[in-house]
């Protein structure tokens, strides 16, 4: 029997009537609600089905929730057999697992493959015109929208309530792209207040809506107080019957106070409110841009070698930093790898000492909507650092030394380490709004994979956040299958056979792929973009001196054979081939010839730009041994 957990986030309007705002998979619950969960219904519905063995298919972010379900089946006798199936964090066909009378699959992963998740999960709209076409009374199940979506999403509607809040507080929402739930949400107010409601929304809407936008009125939950209010319930769906259980209800409030007011000019039809909003109208916590989340404050401090405190704004690659050498922790990057790693007991293992490593990249991000963690001590003192960012501590409901991300830590469930090994408390863990533009600084160490933040005087252990690994193409790019089938980048799966060249015979061998990376936006390249002189996020283009373009639109740090060797418009010394495959980082440029699939060589005449969302979705995949592949004809490596 399989079954899927999903959530469902809902408003609660004046009336006191709920109206749903979207449905999602791949749900990352913060230890903070957990409390709430309910189990007892599912290990009821287990035992009247005869079931013997449970299989929990998640990903690793999801930790928490899977100790939670490993916990309340603990009781349950009628279990024998207990077992996880992790996928990567950026998978999105789950690895299948088979299915017998008495197994349940209780699958927390999304899957691109199940028309739940692809269709009224992913897209919103979809969702929606589920509602909207169904009847008048099941549209008003949904919060009040306005959609005019053409092409494969072909929905029409109009629910759209014409009134408005009170000055502080925003009137409708747009979610620019409409596609991935709880992405892309811009809050504004409507101007031109001397106009009649009517009038102010036709004039809103043909200034600001665009083909497959949605609007929603924004519904104040905030009851007067200082903070907006969303309702969220966890529920399994599950046989081929879709029969459901209700596991969780509960309120979330925003993380951030409302603010006393907000700026906007009434002579103006549209007024989008600055991003540093975001989490004073919207109930969702930070947590999904491992980038520029998974860093640290310009501000935090290192500690050099000589025992100087160094803001790692001003951190140099290639000097040294202290870091702890952490026995037993693999010696990676990778996101599943070390998220994974525990030790037994309240003490690091035997042996962990104090060590150096060199700096090998710092990369700075703008930090989203200009909020960042605040976390603090039991010296009293606080330290501002991403809210994704891996932190070393004792989680004491599981009487285990792991890593957990900032966002998840809760002073009753975590403490932290300092460099000798001691337990620091944790009095709070807030979002706070910085003022202004500023940025996150994402440190990759080598040869250990930890650094030692400075919180006045009290040595923390973090570690590298794993996600590294940024170079992509655009979806359409033509991946060359071993059996000479092509398959478009988005749709190669883990497990598939593509080519790869190998220079030593200068042929294609085959390799099969190992993992997909599908986490990626135009926007996670901004930097680099800029650091070759343009003056927004894009992809590039190459065009063979005849002036044929190759077809391929990638981000600048993506390498691709050369006659001198691998060479990208970007080099990043953090990545492949340049962090042990190949010393020198050459810059790809006009002239330099390209190997092809045919072992042919083809010279670029021309490198263009084109400027692009940054919400557009870019793919890569990682493939053994050779570390590369066939894209649109032209042999690229995959980075890692």
């Known amino acids: 029997m399989k079954g899927t957990l999903y959530s469902s986030d809902f408003v609660k309007n004046a009336d006191g009537d709920f109206k749903l705002l979207e449905l999602n998979t791949d749900t990352d619950f913060p230890s903070a609600s957990l409390e709430h969960f309910d189990w007892s219904g599912f290990n009821t519905m287990l035992t009247n089905n005869s079931i013997s063995e449970v299989v929990i298919v998640h990903k690793a972010f999801q930790r928490g929730l899977v100790n939670n379900i490993s916990e309340s089946l603990h009781g349950n006798s009628s279990i024998t057999t207990y077992s996880e199936q992790l996928e990567g964090i950026d998978a999105i066909y789950p690895t299948d697992v088979t299915d017998t009378d008495t197994k349940f699959i209780l699958r927390l992963a999304y899957n691109e493959a199940a028309l739940f998740d692809s269709e009224y999960c992913k897209k919103t709209i979809s969702l929606f015109k589920l509602f909207g076409t169904d009847s008048e009374a099941s549209s008003e199940m949904v919060v009040p929208h306005y959609v005019s979506a053409s092409g494969d999403l072909n929905y029409v509607g109009d629910t759209l309530s014409r009134t408005f809040n009170v000055s502080d507080i ?23 207040s001397s106009l009649s409601a009517a009038d102010r929304y036709a004039e809103f809407i043909t200034a600001e809506y665009n083909d497959g936008d949605l609007i929603t009125n924004y519904v104040d939950t905030s009851g007067g107080g200082t903070h907006m209010i969303s309702y969220r319930t966890c529920n399994i769906i599950y046989d081929t019957t879709l029969e459901y259980l209700n596991i969780a209800s509960y309120q979330i409030p925003s993380w951030v106070d409302l603010p006393d007011s907000i700026e906007y000019d009434d002579a103006l039809i549209s007024n989008k409110l600055d991003n540093k909003h975001r989490y004073e109208f919207a109930t969702n916590w930070p947590k999904q841009n491992y980038r520029t989340l998974g860093g640290v404050h310009g ?17 140099v690659s290639g000097s040294a930093y202290k ?25 690091l293992p035997a042996g962990t000492a104090m060590t150096s490593s060199l700096l090998i990249s710092n990369q700075s991000s703008s930090i989203d909507y200009g909020v960042i963690s605040e976390v603090s001590s039991s010296d009293n003192t606080s330290i501002s650092i991403g809210n994704s960012l891996p932190m070393l501590v004792y989680d004491i409901n599981a009487d285990k030394v792991r890593f957990e991300y900032v966002y998840n830590l809760l002073p ?11 337990l620091v408390d944790i009095v709070e863990n807030n979002l706070v709004i910085l003022d202004g533009v500023d940025y996150t600084y994402e440190l990759n160490m080598e040869s250990d994979d930890t650094f030692i933040l400075n919180n006045s005087g009290v040595l923390l252990v973090a570690h590298n956040n794993g996600h590294f690994g940024y170079t992509c193409f655009l979806a359409g790019t033509s ?13 190669i799966q883990v497990g598939e056979s593509v080519y790869s060249w190998d220079s030593e015979t200068n042929s294609l061998v085959s390799s099969d792929v190992s993992k997909i990376d599908h986490r990626h936006t135009v926007g996670d390249h901004t930097d680099s973009c800029l650091s070759y002189g343009e003056s927004t996020c894009g992809v590039f283009s190459l065009h063979s001196s005849d002036g044929t373009d190759l077809g391929l639109k990638f981000t600048p740090e993506h390498p691709f054979l050369t006659k001198r060797g691998w060479a990208s418009l970007t080099p ?6 340049w962090k042990s495959q190949q010393a020198e980082q050459l810059i790809l440029e006009v002239g330099d010839s390209i190997r092809t699939e ?5 010279t670029i005449g021309e490198i263009t730009f084109e400027a692009m969302d940054a919400s557009t979705p870019v793919y890569n995949f990682t493939v053994p041994t050779h570390s590369n592949y066939i894209a649109n004809n032209l042999v690229a490596h995959n980075k890692v």
């Not at 870091?323 to 003490?347: R, Y």
């Not at 990043?572 to 081939?577: I, N, R, V």
């Open 572 to 577: 990043l010394e953090a990545q492949e081939p």
């Open 412 to 422: 009753s469930e975590h403490k932290l380490f300092d460099s000798t090994g001691s």
């Open 299 to 315: 501000d935090s401090t290192l500690i050099d070698l000589d025992n100087n405190s160094v803001l790692a704004k001003n951190t």
């Open 479 to 491: 991946i060359s299958l071993s059996n000479g089938d092509y398959k478009n980048i988005e749709d």
């Open 170 to 192: 925003p009137d409708v929402t747009i979610k620019e792209t409409a596609v991935s739930s709880g992405v892309g949400i811009d809050f504004f107010k409507v101007g031109k």
């Open 598 to 602: 045919s072992g042919e060589w083809i």
């Open 323 to 347: 870091s702890l050498n952490i026995v037993g922790l693999p010696d990676t990057d990778d996101f599943d790898a070390f998220i994974a790693w525990s030790h037994a007991g309240n003490e």
